[in-house]
């Protein structure tokens, strides 16, 4: 874990109220906004002024903010509540700083209140980074933009807290991250009546709430295997870490699987023929291939008809690693939760012809220029569905 991770994760736990969100191109101006300065969600007003502001006037505060546990600017809160405008903002920043450009689109903001007018702020810029604080405070990728529960008592619907206690109760150890994400799916399905045809009309949504029933189910079976080791004092600090860096190992891990796994349950849903990991040239293994690998080597199968997906949760480092992983396919698909990726990385992925794939609710925070070459997923499954249609039928060895 690096300094800077490591030191932003106590300051969230040491803070008032903390708040973190994917800084997007609208901050950087990527998207044609003019707007200035991070925008706060109402939800989160109380970081910046302890209550949510009264429409019709305008409010600042002024405060001293440090970043990166390195410099400080003196910077202002603000308010918009007049005309139609209803936003809260933070601004004034100095003529050098630089995590309002398009570099950092895609780096998650993380703002901790120690006092009244005293925050620190830290700018997450690596996958891992991202991924690791995130699974600190049992937060998924779309889970942000709002402020941070550090006490994990989250209010829940009485429905699922009793589904998530029933498929717990004879758990003893975790399952396989498969297998929760299928508990999660059922969970989900069950209490709100959702059929194959719903998975299919709205597949964007469904991956959304599969995913947070998931996240709930993991930690409430984390706290109930490990009440007993917590509870107790280690016997040394090495034993400490060593328990510490188990649990968010197996944070991290679950996290990055779970996103393959209800991406193949709702292309199962739609009826796709696909192989999961299926191997191509050396022994290199996308995450989906469409239709299978045996067509893949099959030479006089058209390489047009075939598709690759790459998934992973956030992609800002790890993206380059689907370029090479099916050589006969030209334009790779790679689906991600991060909301927002710069220019500069959009632009890159577009010269190596890899496409995205994202949740719809998602694509606005991209920069406008890339949005029209963005898929969300039920338009890459009715891509893939068109060519399967058009293929003859002993391809489809799956039906």
Known sequence: MSELLDTAIQKVKEAKTSFCRFITG????????????????????????????????????????????????????????????????????????????????????????????????????????????????????????????????????????????????????????????????????????????????SPDTILYDWRNVESKLFFKLEDKIYSNVYTKPFASCNELMGFANSVLNRRKSRAGKSLEHHLSAIFTANKLVFEEQAVTENNKRPDFLFPNGECYHNFEFPADDLTVLGAKTTCKDRWRQVINEADRVDIKYLCTLQPAISRAQLKEMSDNRVHLVVPHAIIESYPKEFQADICDIRSFISLVRAKQERMPKHYLINE
């Open 26 to 201: 609208n901050d950087a101006g990527s998207t044609g906004s003019h707007q200035a300065g991070f925008y706060i969600p109402k939800a989160a007003a109380k970081l910046l002024f302890g209550e949510e502001c009264k429409k019709g006037v305008n409010r600042e505060k002024w405060v001293k903010i440090k970043w990166q546990n390195d410099f400080e600017t003196d910077s202002r809160f603000i308010y918009y509540g007049q005309g139609t405008r209803n936003e809260y903002r933070i601004t004034r920043f100095g003529h050098y700083f630089e995590f309002l450009t398009d570099k950092y689109v895609g780096s998650l903001l993380v703002i901790a209140e120690q006092t009244e007018d005293y925050y620190q702020a830290f700018v997450l810029e690596s996958d891992d980074e991202i991924e690791t604080f995130l699974s600190c405070f049992s937060l998924s990728t779309e889970q942000t933009n709002q402020l941070i529960d550090v006490s994990h008592l989250q209010s829940e619907d009485d429905k699922l807290d009793s589904a998530i206690a029933e498929t717990i109760k004879s758990l003893s150890d975790f399952p396989q991250t498969s297998e929760m994400g299928r508990m999660a799916q059922l969970i989900f399905n069950d209490i709100h009546h959702i059929t194959d045809e719903d998975i299919c009309n």
